[in-house]
């Protein structure tokens, strides 16, 4: 193998995946930080432009691409696998600590693939390790809402392997291009493939649906990395195509508005998740410079702030036994660190000035001015409303502040829960704070100013007004006991009729069948044992006997005489 091949970011992640288990459970997850620790300082000791190639068969396989792009990628991928190792590591669940290492290392493993073949190998590695996070939760839903979840991914994968496959044939090349938007099926099926992964509607189901039943620190690490690294591939070969833009702002406020229906923690943000990789989708097919930077740099905060709301929640979750507004409340006193650190998130993804999504998501929403896209400006503008109205304040408000039906009393949480929180936050407000320390390594170099009056100014009018009205309707947007139809209902509505064609009545042929072919094995037996018992049924309790049912002697010296006398005579007369 070539040295360069063993110093593949995503390797050391895999690696760690299978040797964690070996391990003693003692040094287990200090171990566990290990691996990305390794994989981030690979990412950052290879110059610019570097690339690791290999030979395979007729094809170049590029196995890492480092440009700023990915490094970029690369880098937030590698922090949020060592922030979530730090939250977990009071998990002593081996398949757990290997599945987040193992869908970490896909990540990577898609973020520097320069060529299809190695960028679908990471993909599907990816839906494999992140479902177990989904079934390790070990309920009935969680069960099958991963069952749902692997095989929708499953189905997204086909479409984007036949895209591939189509491309392939008709372009003779396996690298990673951008593709322009020319109507071919191939380009058509991957970008059909990436939008499930970046769960544009009406592809995104899975995700609202899988995310809330996750494992508390699986959800984690599933914050980060499916949508992400699928906004990565679609900036790498969809750029510019400008249907992402209606997409993007249809996911944006698509979000918001479900995040009204939802009733679980974990559910709204996994809606809101939707809502903020939609400006990502619209950055992309703006596609100009300064979005891509935006979208580039709003994936870098999102990851952040999202992986520690996600936390928050999960506290919640691992310390009440509860993850519904409805059941929750009045434990704010009783959990003031926990509220505080999440309110750290919720400033941020709200797009607080001196927070991590104020200085992202504006660049994103100014790229589209920019390139003259004004309604998609101004919608994104009105999404950020409902996203500071959910997260920032209808979340926090029901779960921790608003009068519970009953007293709850929180269990303490284990004390790396809250510094992996500590380590998040300090993140949101560090990049918040000091916004070149990400400016100066996005892809492209950046000439845009956060902290100017005018956006200042605009960003306070918007929290402020969102606030009182949050305020004064409340008492309406508490939640309710109930679940809000998506479009997961028009496979889960026909489900059961596809079950009774597909499997019970297959299921009952293949039992007939089988009970006839054991049914007429015994009778084979029995009639093997005792053929007599075809002749005479008082046979049928006994087995063959030859000094029982065997003709006698004397029987058969008579039938042969008689045989010859027989012959004889005929051979007179004739």
């Known amino acids: 193998m070539p040295i360069n091949m063993m110093i593949i970011p995503a390797y050391y992640m895999i690696f760690g995946a299978l040797i964690l288990p070996l391990l003693p459970q003692k040094i287990r997850s200090g171990s566990f930080l290990l691996f990305p620790l390794l994989a981030l300082i690979t990412i950052w000791s290879f110059p610019i432009d570097h690339v690791i190639k290999i030979n395979f068969l007729n094809y170049e396989l590029i196995l890492g691409e480092f440009n700023r792009l990915n490094r970029i990628f690369g880098t937030i991928f590698s922090i949020i696998a060592i922030i979530g190792g730090v939250y977990s590591y009071h998990l002593k669940e081996k398949g757990q600590q290997s599945a987040a290492l193992l869908y970490a290392g896909g990540a990577l493993g898609v973020t520097f693939a320069g060529d299809y073949f190695t960028l679908f190998v990471f993909w599907e590695l990816m839906a494999v390790a992140s479902t177990y996070l989904i079934w390790a939760r070990r309920t009935k839903e969680s069960a099958n809402a991963g069952m749902r979840y692997l095989i929708v991914h499953l189905f997204g994968g086909s479409l984007l392997l036949a895209g591939i496959i189509l491309n392939i044939y008709s372009t003779g090349s396996i690298i990673i291009t951008s593709l322009t938007p020319d109507g071919s099926i191939s380009s058509w099926l991957i970008l059909v493939g990436v939008a499930l992964n970046t769960a544009i509607p009406p592809l995104h189901a899975w995700l609202a649906d899988a995310y809330p039943k996750a494992t508390v620190t699986g959800a984690v690490f599933l914050s980060a990395f499916t949508t992400k690294s699928a906004v990565l591939i679609l900036i790498k070969i969809f750029a510019g195509w400008e249907v992402l833009i209606f997409f993007g702002v249809m996911m944006a406020l698509y979000g918001v508005v479900y995040a009204v229906l939802a009733n679980d923690i974990r559910e709204i943000l996994a809606y809101h998740i939707i809502s903020q990789v939609g400006y990502m989708v619209a950055g992309v097919g703006i596609g100009t410079e300064m979005a891509i930077n935006g979208t580039t740099a709003h994936a ?33 006193k009783k959990q003031p660190v926990t509220l505080w650190l999440y309110m750290i998130g919720a400033f941020s993804i709200s797009g607080f000035p001196l927070f991590n999504g104020f200085i992202s998501k504006s660049m994103v ?34 779960t921790w502040w608003s009068k519970s039906k009953e007293e709850i009393e929180p269990t303490k949480p284990p004390v790396n829960m809250h510094v992996g929180m500590l380590l998040a936050a300090i993140l949101c407000t560090l990049f918040g704070v000091y916004p070149t320390l990400l400016y100066d390594y996005l892809p492209f170099t950046v000439n845009y100013e956060p902290y100017t009056i005018y956006h200042l100014t605009e960003s306070i009018q918007i929290l402020t007004f969102t606030f009182i009205a949050f305020w004064l309707l409340r008492k309406k947007l508490e939640g309710e006991p109930t679940l809000a139809l998506d479009t997961d209902w028009f496979y889960r509505r026909p489900a059961r009729l596809i079950q009774k064609v597909f499997v019970d009545s297959l299921e009952t042929v293949f039992n007939y069948t089988e009970k006839l072919a054991l049914s007429l094995s015994k009778e084979i037996i029995r009639v093997s044992r005792n053929p007599l018992i075809l002749f005479d049924k008082s046979e049928s309790d006994r087995d063959y006997d030859p000094d029982l049912h065997r003709a006698t002697t004397h029987l058969l010296l008579m039938l042969i005489i008689l045989s010859f006398a027989v012959f004889f005579l005929f051979s007179i007369i004739i």
């Open 300 to 332: 870098f905060s999102h990851i952040l702030y999202k992986a520690l709301l996600f936390m928050g929640a999960g506290v919640v979750l691992h310390t009440t036994g509860r993850s519904k507004l409805t059941e929750l409340g009045g434990i704010a």
């Open 365 to 398: 929403v100014s790229a589209a001015g920019e390139a003259h896209f004004d309604t998609a400006m101004l919608l994104l503008l009105l999404a950020s409303v409902g996203t500071f109205l959910h997260t920032g304040l209808k979340l926090p408000y029901f």
